[in-house]
């Protein structure tokens, strides 16, 4: 369990010497507490201390990682139970499955298919993370064919799923250095796996069909050197699965309890398009930091991964696009202005309502930190003066001829005092972004 910033004061020297740069020991202890400083700053701190402040800083879920280079994902590493206490930092992987009984067309159509996938939303690009290939097949050579060609068209971080200790260290051979991971050791295969695990350094997924199997799993898996350990809890109801992985997270976060102190991988096992996008929603939701599904219908994966999106953004952090003039379609002297916030949300709800149509326009987005438009108003980081001085950092007067900035009709309130600061006829938009496309036609002149 992580300390407190007075459970590290009363380990600290308490000299107030100031040699970290802090003026106290208390005001280190806090930096230390929040991650914002670290211990080495201090050189006064007795090893007994070191030692009790190292063992607390480790983080309840180990992070784990996998592929290489760009292509490293990162897997739990968490620290609440609900986003809202701080915040979730390493978003559910999401793996496409491929199996080792395709033919080799096939198999490289599915490859080429998944390296393709990808949506753009607010502004971000969202892909496939990982390729988990199934050794259906129970052939060491199809499964090492499949890998090869795996290998040779996707830099993507593989899981390589078989109960076959030897398949899987034929096929560590060809990428441990890609840090894949094995999956999985049960309790059949589990000191094979783990000399294999061990000597390649691979992180090693375990699977029972318990969660007291799990456990006695995990610390069999320790005792042998195994460090860098998945879960997988097996493939159950989903209100059993939920309940696994919601006692799994509750042990490691609340109790520290170390044999599950590790990220979980769920396998989705539905074939009804509805239930495989409710069952990944819901262990992205309650607290699978990797997920294996079978489809590759940009309709099922379209709502699963807006779902990651949504409940992987920092809600301390909203996100936002840069504040500065963007154009749409062509604009010249004559073009209205527009003017809005920099929320992403906002700016790409408001974005294709003024590219509807057809129409030419520039947009005005003003650092408002990340804050939607009646937000941003009532916290005064949408005010006239901020506007006023963003059309001047922009150069608005020489870009437009005609000295006219439409506001969101929700502020209307703004006008008045806009227009003496910025010395701008202001015009009352509409209230939402679906009314701009008439608006721009009917209203603006
Ligand atoms: Fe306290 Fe150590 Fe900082 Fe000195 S260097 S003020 S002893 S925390």
Redesign the pocket.
Known sequence: MALSGLDIYKL??K??????G?P??LA?AMKLAMKKASLDE????TQQAKKALEESSRPPIALIKFGSGDNTIETGGETVLFRHEKTFYHQTAIAISVDDTLGDADLLVRIEKIEKIGFERVGQHIAIDMIALINKSLSSEKFLSALDKILSNSKKPVILVSSDQKTIEAALKKCSDKRPLVHAADSNNLKDMCAVAKAYKAPLALKANSLEELDKLSHEAAGMGIEEIVLDPGSVPLRVSLNDLTQIRRLSLKRNYRPFGFPVIMFIKSTDKHQTVVDSCTFIAKYASIIVLDSIEEDVLLPIVTMRQNIYTDPQKPVTVEPKLYKFGSPDKNSPVMVTTNFSLTFYTVAPEIEAGGNSAYLLVTDSEGMSVLTAWAAEKFTPEIIADTMKKTELDSVVSHKKIIIPGYVAVLSGKLEDVSGWQVLVGPKEASGIPKYLKEIWK
Not at 15 to 20: E, I, P, V
Not at 42 to 45: A, K, L, R, S
């Open positions: 600290l020297p000299t107030n010497c100031k040699k970290c802090s106290t020991c280190f201090c050189p006064d701190v």
